[in-house]
C-alpha cells in the first residue's frame, strides 16, 4: 500500500501569497492517479485536481498542480480569503485501496 | 450535478451495528460509468476508504482489509440508494462517515461528489 505524506502540516500565509503544499509518496505513482481535495470545517472534502493538472468544476486557475514519480505539489498562486482550509492529496490505481495523506492546514497569518 | 444525501443514526452502542444510508439525485446507482464509496475520517486515522458498490451488468463490492469482515455495502435500486452496515463497533469506528462518487476507468477513485457527513459516536 503506498502511503502519501504530506508537508508542512500547517501553512501560514497571507492572503495573496503564494501556497506549496507538498505530497510525497512511498513509491513512485503515476500523477495521472494523484488527486487533491480541499477541506473546509464542517463540510465534506471537494476535489480540487485530478489527472495530473486537471482542476475540477469550479476551482479557479491560480489552482495548479505539478509533480512526477514520488513528489507532488498543489500550488495557489495568490491566496483568496476562501482558500483557507485543509488539503489532502489521495493517491489511487485502478484496484482498491485507495489512500489519503494526511492533510496540510493552510492558515491565515 | 449529482447530490448524495445521508440518513443514519449518529449514536451507535459498542457491539451494535452501525447504519447509514446515501440518497442519490442527478445520477443512479445502477450506473456503469459510477461506483459508491463510503469514506470516513477520524482524528487518528485521518480518511479511510471502506469500500464501495458499483454496477457493471452485475453487482460488484470492494472492501477495505481494516473492516471488510464487519462491513456490507448495498445499493438499493428501488430507492436509488447505498448503505453501509458496519457490525460489532468499538470505539474506535467513532468518526465521521462519508458516502461520495466515483467513476469509472481511470476516474474510478476520483471521489467527485460528496454527501454532508454523518458523525457517528459510539458509547454505551
Known amino acids: 500500500e503506498i502511503v502519501l505524506t504530506q508537508s508542512p502540516g500547517t501553512l501560514s500565509l497571507s492572503p495573496g501569497e503564494r501556497a506549496t503544499l507538498s505530497c510525497r509518496a512511498s513509491q513512485s505513482v503515476s500523477s495521472n492517479y494523484l488527486v487533491w481535495y480541499q477541506q473546509k470545517p464542517g463540510q465534506a472534502p471537494r476535489l480540487v485536481m485530478y489527472?495530473?493538472?486537471s482542476r475540477a468544476t469550479g476551482i479557479p486557475d491560480r489552482f495548479s498542480a505539478s509533480g512526477s514519480g514520488t513528489d507532488f505539489s498543489l500550488t495557489i498562486s495568490r491566496l483568496e480569503p476562501e482558500d483557507f482550509a485543509v488539503y489532502y492529496c489521495?493517491?489511487?490505481?485502478?484496484?482498491?485501496?485507495?489512500?489519503f495523506g494526511q492533510g496540510t492546514k493552510v492558515e491565515i497569518k | 450535478q449529482v447530490q448524495l444525501q445521508q440518513s443514519g443514526p449518529g449514536l451507535v452502542k459498542p457491539s451494535q451495528t452501525l447504519s447509514i444510508t446515501c440518497d442519490i439525485s442527478?445520477?443512479?446507482?445502477?450506473?456503469?460509468?459510477?461506483?459508491w464509496n463510503w469514506i470516513r475520517q477520524s482524528p487518528s486515522r485521518g480518511l479511510e476508504w471502506l469500500g464501495r458498490?458499483?454496477?457493471?451488468?452485475?453487482?460488484?463490492?470492494d472492501y477495505a482489509i481494516s473492516v471488510k469482515s464487519r462491513a456490507t455495502i448495498s445499493p438499493d435500486t428501488s430507492k436509488n440508494q447505498f448503505s453501509l452496515q458496519l457490525n460489532s463497533v468499538t470505539p474506535e469506528d467513532a468518526a465521521v462517515y462519508y458516502c461520495a462518487k466515483g467513476g469509472s476507468g481511470w476516474t474510478v477513485a476520483i471521489f467527485d461528489s460528496w454527501g454532508q457527513g454523518t458523525l457517528v459516536t459510539v458509547s454505551p
Open positions: 489521495q493517491h489511487y490505481g485502478m484496484t482498491p485501496p485507495w489512500t
Open positions: 489527472g495530473a493538472s
Open positions: 458498490t458499483y454496477y457493471r451488468s452485475k453487482w460488484y463490492n
Open positions: 442527478g445520477d443512479s446507482v445502477s450506473s456503469n460509468s459510477a461506483s
